[in-house]
Each structure stands twice: as structure tokens, then as C-alpha cells.
């Protein structure tokens, strides 16, 4: 046994990921939920997640709210769409997506769906054309990296131009916010969801919802939920100095706060993207190499995470994923519905080395256990 098979496994997916020792660590010591320190704490976690946005606290406000991901996604949607004479548009790539419109139906919203083929982006047209269709939608829904493949759908085009319409607007950037720049205030975006345990780097354990103020000021009453009221979650920490509504998950806000701080050390969010992008090339063109196709094309490509189809029709991805494993890394099953794939993520505390090391793993089982012919 070498040394990596001592070292737990690295996660290569997308969240939970692979956290940095000093995240884990700051998990060591119990807080109380009233102490002052705590409250300053989610206060300035708070104000550096509207920073990473470039946004400014005049209009936008990060609420933090317990649960995964999927819980700062059905607050978001369950506050900001009015209980009478709304109807959210959801424009649907892949399973992030389906998930938000089960979260409609849920909660009996009225909505209308774009569906659009998980290898396609979704287009300003395309969200147009059925608006010019449907006058009476008033809000909009859509994922910015569609985690099912890694797709990165083009908001900086879509959001605003309904922003000038008067639509507000959702994006679930669960899989992208602090991975890839995002400009809350040139995006003109009303609610805008990530979560602990994505790009930042911290553990699981609350989702975030960057939103406008001017929008949120205006969606008390809407909440469908008292747990996931997100008015009142916002009420409460600004009226308590920072504290939270309910229990709060002390030791991830503390974990959470400690990876704020690494990602600054890193050189903030232009650095990490490029590492991750750096990670997603090298990974890529290196599968590629060895004959492993794409789902999607590289121009729509994220740099979060990779999908790949299946090398042959019988592929046993189980006893991938088990050889992987029991090598050091931890990938990802596939979730598009139309072709048998796999991910890989590039995210979380992962380096090129990494990368290499990965894909000489790859290279000898390809070759060794697939005997498939593999290029130079
Ligand atoms: C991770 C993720 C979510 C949230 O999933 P949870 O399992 O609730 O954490 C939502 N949307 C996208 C795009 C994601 O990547």
C-alpha cells in the first residue's frame, strides 16, 4: 500500500467536495447560538457573500437558510412568487431544473415549462418566445450550471433582458457561485441560490440566497412554508444582529467561514476559476486522448464538472468507480436520461497534480482491464 491509499479519498464531485484541513477543523469547537461572536461571525459571512457577488449591501442581502441546496431553492421560490396572480416560467436543461419545476407542483404554484434537451443551453429566443406566448408569467426560473452534465446556460444574456421586462428572477447557481464570476448587479438578478457545500468549499449543512433587496422587501406573506420563509429568515437576522431563526448549524458556519477566508488567500474568485478551469482542460483533453467522448460540446462546457459517455455498451461503472476508489478518488455516476455516462468534478480542493494522477489511473485501467486501444 502507498501512501494515497492512507489518505482518505479525494472527492471529485460535485458537492459535497473535498474541504481543506483548516475547514475541518474549524468544526473542533462547539458554539452557542446566541453568543456574540457567533452573530458577528454570520454577519460578516453574510456581507463577504454579497462581496463575492460585486454586489453592494444598499441592494443585495445574502440569507442563510439550513438544509442542502435544494432548501435555499424551494425558499427562494416558495417567498418569491405571490400566492395570487403569478405564474413562474421555468426553463428546464436537466435535473437541477426538473427539480425545481417538482418544487412548483409542490407547492401548487402555477407554472409554465420550457423544456430544453440536457446537451442544449438554454437561449434568450427560446425563453422569449414563450413569454410572447404566456402574458401572464411574472417570474423566472432557470440553473446556471446545470450540474446534470456540467452545461453552463448563458444567464448574463437571459437575466437581464427579463429583468427589463419587469420579470423577476431566480437562479439556482448552486453548482457555480464562487467557482465562476458571477456580477449580481449586471445581472440585475432578484434571487440568486448556492450552498455551503459547492465552490466555496465548506461542508453541507445551509443553502444561501442572494437577493434583492428592493424584490425581497416586497414578498413578505408570500412564504408557503414557515420553516422556509425567506422574509422572515432575512427579518430575523437583521432585526437580532445575525441571529439565526431556529437552530443553525454552528460548526458549518464556522467551517464555512473559515473557506470565505481560503478563498480570499487563493486570490478570490478569478483564481479559483481558473484552477478549476485548469483542472476541467487538463481532465478533459486527457479523456479525450483515451478515447472517452463528451456529452456536451466545449463551448458550453462549465468548469465545474465533466460528463462522459460510457466507453462500450457493457461498461461496468461500478467496477470503475470501485478501482478509482480504492486508489485514492471518488467520482461521479451519470444523470443525463438520453446516453449511459459519468461525471468527474473539478472542484473543491483539487489540484492539476491531482488531475495527472487521476488520469494515469484512468490510462492503466483502460488499457489493462478495458483493453481498449488507447491513442499515443
Ligand atoms: C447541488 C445542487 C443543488 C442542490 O442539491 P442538494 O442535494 O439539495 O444540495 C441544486 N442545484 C444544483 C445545480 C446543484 O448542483
Redesign the pocket.
Given at each position: 500500500m502507498d501512501d494515497q491509499q492512507h489518505k482518505p479519498p479525494l472527492l471529485l464531485t460535485?458537492?459535497p467536495l473535498t474541504t481543506s484541513s483548516a475547514v475541518k477543523e474549524a468544526m473542533l469547537v462547539d458554539h452557542g447560538t446566541w453568543d456574540d461572536d457567533y452573530k458577528a461571525l454570520t454577519q460578516w459571512v453574510r456581507h463577504e457573500l454579497v462581496t463575492i457577488g460585486n454586489a453592494s449591501e444598499a441592494d443585495y442581502t445574502a440569507i442563510l437558510m439550513q438544509g442542502?441546496?435544494?432548501f435555499g431553492?424551494e425558499a427562494a421560490i416558495g417567498t418569491a412568487v405571490p400566492k395570487k396572480g403569478a405564474t413562474l416560467l421555468i426553463a428546464a436543461n436537466g435535473a437541477?431544473g426538473d427539480r425545481m419545476i417538482e418544487i412548483a407542483e409542490y407547492l401548487a404554484i402555477p407554472h409554465v415549462v420550457l423544456p430544453v434537451p440536457e446537451d442544449q443551453v438554454v437561449t434568450l429566443t427560446a425563453v422569449e418566445e414563450v413569454l410572447a406566448a404566456h402574458p401572464e408569467i411574472t417570474h423566472f426560473a432557470v440553473?446556471h450550471?446545470?450540474?446534470t452534465t456540467g452545461i453552463l446556460n448563458p444567464i448574463e444574456s437571459i437575466i437581464p433582458a427579463l429583468a427589463a421586462k419587469g420579470i423577476i428572477t431566480l437562479v439556482?447557481a448552486?453548482?457555480s457561485f464562487g467557482g465562476v464570476p458571477i456580477d449580481l448587479e449586471q445581472l440585475h438578478v432578484d434571487y440568486l441560490i448556492t450552498?455551503s457545500n459547492?465552490c466555496i468549499q465548506g461542508v453541507p449543512g445551509f443553502s444561501i440566497v442572494l437577493a434583492k433587496k428592493h424584490t425581497l422587501l416586497k414578498a413578505k406573506g408570500n412564504a408557503r412554508s414557515l420553516a422556509l420563509d425567506l422574509y422572515a429568515q432575512y427579518q430575523t437576522f437583521e432585526n437580532h444582529d445575525g441571529k439565526w431563526r431556529f437552530t443553525s448549524p454552528t460548526h458549518v458556519v464556522y467551517a464555512f467561514a473559515e473557506a470565505l477566508r481560503e478563498l480570499d488567500q487563493e486570490g478570490g474568485v478569478s483564481v479559483r476559476t481558473h484552477r478549476y478551469q485548469t483542472n476541467e482542460t487538463l481532465l478533459r483533453e486527457g479523456m479525450q486522448d483515451l478515447g472517452y467522448e463528451l456529452v456536451i460540446d466545449k463551448s458550453v462546457q462549465s468548469p465545474i464538472i465533466t460528463s462522459f459517455k460510457f466507453p462500450m455498451t457493457d461498461f461496468d461503472f461500478r467496477a470503475f468507480y470501485d478501482y478509482l476508489k480504492d486508489r485514492g478518488f471518488i467520482i461521479y455516476p451519470g444523470k443525463v436520461s438520453k446516453c449511459d455516462s459519468f461525471r468527474i468534478g473539478n472542484i473543491g480542493e483539487v489540484s492539476a497534480e491531482d488531475i495527472h494522477h487521476l488520469l494515469d489511473l484512468i490510462t492503466t485501467y483502460t488499457k489493462e482491464t478495458l483493453q481498449l486501444p488507447v491513442g499515443n
Amino acid at each position: 500500500m502507498d501512501d494515497q491509499q492512507h489518505k482518505p479519498p479525494l472527492l471529485l464531485t460535485p458537492g459535497p467536495l473535498t474541504t481543506s484541513s483548516a475547514v475541518k477543523e474549524a468544526m473542533l469547537v462547539d458554539h452557542g447560538t446566541w453568543d456574540d461572536d457567533y452573530k458577528a461571525l454570520t454577519q460578516w459571512v453574510r456581507h463577504e457573500l454579497v462581496t463575492i457577488g460585486n454586489a453592494s449591501e444598499a441592494d443585495y442581502t445574502a440569507i442563510l437558510m439550513q438544509g442542502s441546496g435544494s432548501f435555499g431553492v424551494e425558499a427562494a421560490i416558495g417567498t418569491a412568487v405571490p400566492k395570487k396572480g403569478a405564474t413562474l416560467l421555468i426553463a428546464a436543461n436537466g435535473a437541477y431544473g426538473d427539480r425545481m419545476i417538482e418544487i412548483a407542483e409542490y407547492l401548487a404554484i402555477p407554472h409554465v415549462v420550457l423544456p430544453v434537451p440536457e446537451d442544449q443551453v438554454v437561449t434568450l429566443t427560446a425563453v422569449e418566445e414563450v413569454l410572447a406566448a404566456h402574458p401572464e408569467i411574472t417570474h423566472f426560473a432557470v440553473v446556471h450550471c446545470e450540474t446534470t452534465t456540467g452545461i453552463l446556460n448563458p444567464i448574463e444574456s437571459i437575466i437581464p433582458a427579463l429583468a427589463a421586462k419587469g420579470i423577476i428572477t431566480l437562479v439556482d447557481a448552486m453548482s457555480s457561485f464562487g467557482g465562476v464570476p458571477i456580477d449580481l448587479e449586471q445581472l440585475h438578478v432578484d434571487y440568486l441560490i448556492t450552498s455551503s457545500n459547492k465552490c466555496i468549499q465548506g461542508v453541507p449543512g445551509f443553502s444561501i440566497v442572494l437577493a434583492k433587496k428592493h424584490t425581497l422587501l416586497k414578498a413578505k406573506g408570500n412564504a408557503r412554508s414557515l420553516a422556509l420563509d425567506l422574509y422572515a429568515q432575512y427579518q430575523t437576522f437583521e432585526n437580532h444582529d445575525g441571529k439565526w431563526r431556529f437552530t443553525s448549524p454552528t460548526h458549518v458556519v464556522y467551517a464555512f467561514a473559515e473557506a470565505l477566508r481560503e478563498l480570499d488567500q487563493e486570490g478570490g474568485v478569478s483564481v479559483r476559476t481558473h484552477r478549476y478551469q485548469t483542472n476541467e482542460t487538463l481532465l478533459r483533453e486527457g479523456m479525450q486522448d483515451l478515447g472517452y467522448e463528451l456529452v456536451i460540446d466545449k463551448s458550453v462546457q462549465s468548469p465545474i464538472i465533466t460528463s462522459f459517455k460510457f466507453p462500450m455498451t457493457d461498461f461496468d461503472f461500478r467496477a470503475f468507480y470501485d478501482y478509482l476508489k480504492d486508489r485514492g478518488f471518488i467520482i461521479y455516476p451519470g444523470k443525463v436520461s438520453k446516453c449511459d455516462s459519468f461525471r468527474i468534478g473539478n472542484i473543491g480542493e483539487v489540484s492539476a497534480e491531482d488531475i495527472h494522477h487521476l488520469l494515469d489511473l484512468i490510462t492503466t485501467y483502460t488499457k489493462e482491464t478495458l483493453q481498449l486501444p488507447v491513442g499515443n
